[in-house]
Structures are given as structure tokens and as C-alpha cells.
């Protein structure tokens, strides 16, 4: 069995500022994918970014990037120079051969001025 | 924009009645799941559908069936609702039945049982 643990109902963060949303999972299988997923007010599920696990080299798409560690089965997601659109829920998933994406229980991001 | 389009948005049912959700995909897009979000959970997986046939289901009752058309188009069907079912309910494809090609997601129904 897959799950994907979220231990961070809620985060906040000033714009332009710095925030890292943890992740642990855990699955038996060695291959497997590992996604933040956005989610806004309007409900779309939007990918944010995606892991490879046979891939040592941390992910990163412009101001998104992951800390994979494989080990210690942590994917956290740090976002830097936070804007205002950034505010959503963010959701940990983990995917393996079986295709079905395994969900955390979200953090929702909140973005001050 | 996913090319993900389910309808309808909202569905208000009564306890006992039947529903029908319907999601049209991109061209090409052979694999289509669909899950189920409570409110402040994370989507549970319900089934998925690869090329018309059923590949893979997750815990939920039979009650909880499903079609895939070779239009690119699906329908999640649910009998017998309960209280229980009222959630949003998103339904997301793929090309091709790997699980290393992204899945794409609709904006989801939200279904409010009575």
C-alpha cells in the first residue's frame, strides 16, 4: 500500500518571501513518481512539479523546486519569491506502476502582503 | 486550460437516487481516471479506465461504476447515494496507460446529497 503524509494543515508566507511544504511517504515499490499538485479556488487539480525516483537530481520548474531525499522518503516543495497567486491548497502524490495517484491530506498556502 | 471538461459543476441528489457525472478529454487521451474529494481531504481514487476497459479500482463499492467511450469521453456512475457521497468528484486523463505521462484534471462536480 502507498500513502503520502502531510503534516501541515495550513502555512502562510509573506510575498516575495521563501516557503518550504513538507512531504513523507511511503511505498514499497523502487519505481515510482512523485507530485505537488495546486489546487484554487476554482477546484482544477494543476501540476506543479514531478519527481522521478530513479532520478537523484532535485526537480525544479522556474520558482518551484523539490528536496527528494529517497532515504528518508521526504519530498518537500519550496517556493520561492511567493506571489499572491501562489494562495491555494498543495497536495503531496505519489504514483507507482499500478498508475493510481495515492493523495495527502494538503496544506493550504496563504500569501500576505 | 487541460482540455479536461466535466459537467455538470454542481448536482444537488437525494439520498437513494442515481447520478450520472460525464468528463470529454483531450484526443488521444486513452487513460481516465476518476476520483473523489471530501471536503478538506485529499482526492481518493476510484477507478480507472485504459483503452474502454476497467484497469484498476480502488476501495469503493460497486455502487461506483464506470464507462469509457472511444470518444474520449467517460461517465462516472454512482447508485444508491448515500450521505456519505457528497464530495467533489474529478475526473483526469492521460495519453497512453503509463503511469509516467501526466495526468491532466478537469475543475470537478460537486455533488451534494440530501
Known amino acids: 500500500a502507498q500513502t503520502v503524509t502531510q503534516s501541515q494543515p495550513e502555512m502562510s508566507v509573506q510575498e516575495a518571501e521563501t516557503v518550504t511544504l513538507s512531504c513523507t511517504y511511503d511505498t514499497s515499490e523502487s519505481d515510482y513518481y512523485l507530485f505537488w499538485y495546486k489546487q484554487p479556488p476554482s477546484r482544477q487539480m494543476i501540476l506543479v512539479i514531478r519527481q522521478e525516483a530513479y532520478k537523484q537530481q532535485n526537480a525544479t520548474e522556474n520558482r518551484f523546486s523539490v528536496n527528494f531525499q529517497k532515504a528518508a522518503k521526504s519530498f518537500s516543495l519550496k517556493i520561492s519569491d511567493s506571489q499572491l497567486g501562489d494562495a491555494a491548497m498543495y497536495f503531496c502524490?505519489?504514483?507507482?506502476?499500478?498508475?493510481?495517484?495515492?493523495f495527502g491530506t494538503g496544506t493550504r498556502l496563504q500569501v500576505t502582503l | 486550460e487541460t482540455g479536461v471538461t466535466q459537467s455538470p459543476t454542481h448536482l444537488i441528489k437525494t439520498r437513494g437516487q442515481q447520478v450520472t457525472l460525464r468528463c470529454s478529454s483531450q484526443s488521444g487521451h486513452n487513460t481516465v481516471s476518476w476520483y473523489q474529494q471530501a471536503l478538506g481531504q485529499g482526492p481518493q481514487f476510484i477507478f480507472q479506465y485504459y483503452r474502454e476497459e476497467e484497469n484498476g479500482r480502488g476501495n469503493f463499492p460497486p455502487r461506483f461504476s464506470g464507462l469509457q467511450f472511444p470518444n474520449y469521453s467517460s461517465e462516472l456512475n454512482v447508485n444508491a447515494l448515500e450521505l456519505d457521497d457528497s464530495a467533489l468528484y474529478l475526473c483526469a486523463s492521460r495519453i497512453g496507460g503509463s503511469y509516467n505521462s501526466p495526468l491532466h484534471f478537469g475543475n470537478g462536480t460537486r455533488l451534494t446529497v440530501t
Open positions: 502524490a505519489l504514483t507507482g506502476t499500478a498508475s493510481k495517484l495515492t
